[in-house]
């Protein structure tokens, strides 16, 4: 059961350059989130989903891009690096709106 | 606008002392849940306990319990016999309704530390 797997788990990005988060959960949960939480400060939403097809934008979205194709899957983009994107990302699921979260074990970026 | 307050930034106490978190929120929503999650060194976020806001029952988990009042708007945890172990950095959420979803609206954080 493995719940809520994120990749990588660190990276460490040079100002200006791309990547994806990687999120993929095995519990057929509709709702998928991406929150990111710097330094000392609590975790703000920036992307959800409630199904394939359907994404959202949270608190702080700007410099991110999402996409839904399967259930299982919640990629989190981002296209120019920049070093206020120095933070722990962390995607979370759940399956029915009444219900905690799964939280998967977060992704530490670093952008120089 | 929803919004969660842990005016308490860090915690210390000896081992075996009883520690009280606060938290209060604000909401205009009349169904809404709080959370309580505990972040220790290893970085992952585990939860701890979620509350209906039609139920103000206070619970208890062992060591752990909750003290729920919607006429503050508090949602307070305290940690009974505090062990080392118990060091963590614990957040307290609201959850609110967003076209479906339940986004969770995060504290600061109250970084617990323990001593023995």
């Known amino acids: 059961n493995a719940g809520v797997t994120q990749t990588p788990k660190f990276r460490i990005l040079k100002i200006g350059q791309s990547m994806t988060l990687q999120c993929t959960q095995d519990m057929n949960h509709n709702y998928m989130y991406w929150y990111r939480q710097d330094p000392g400060m609590g975790l703000k939403l920036i992307y959800y989903?409630?199904?394939?097809?359907?994404?959202d934008k949270g608190e702080v979205p700007n410099g991110y891009n999402v996409s839904r194709s399967t259930t299982e899957d919640f990629p989190l983009r981002l296209e120019l690096a920049a070093p206020s994107q120095t933070s722990v990302y962390f995607c979370a699921s759940n399956g029915d709106r009444d219900y905690g979260y799964t939280f998967g074990s977060g992704t530490r970026l670093t952008v120089v | 606008a929803q919004k969660v307050t842990q005016a308490q930034t860090e915690i210390s106490v000896v081992e075996k002392e009883d520690v009280t978190l606060d938290c209060v929120y604000e909401t205009r929503d009349t169904t809404y849940y709080l959370f309580w999650y505990k972040q220790p060194p290893s970085g992952e976020l585990v939860f701890l306990i979620r509350?209906?806001?039609?139920?103000?029952q206070n619970e208890i988990s062992g060591r752990y319990s909750w003290n729920f009042q919607k006429s503050t708007s508090s949602f307070n945890f305290t940690i009974t016999a505090s062990q080392v172990v118990d060091s963590a950095v614990y957040f307290c959420?609201?959850?609110?309704?967003?076209?479906?979803?339940?986004?969770?609206?995060f504290g600061q954080g109250t970084r617990l530390t323990i001593n023995p």
């Open positions: 959420a609201l959850s609110v309704r967003g076209q479906g979803a339940q986004k969770l609206v």
């Open positions: 509350r209906n806001s039609f139920d103000e």
């Open positions: 989903s409630v199904g394939a097809g359907i994404t």
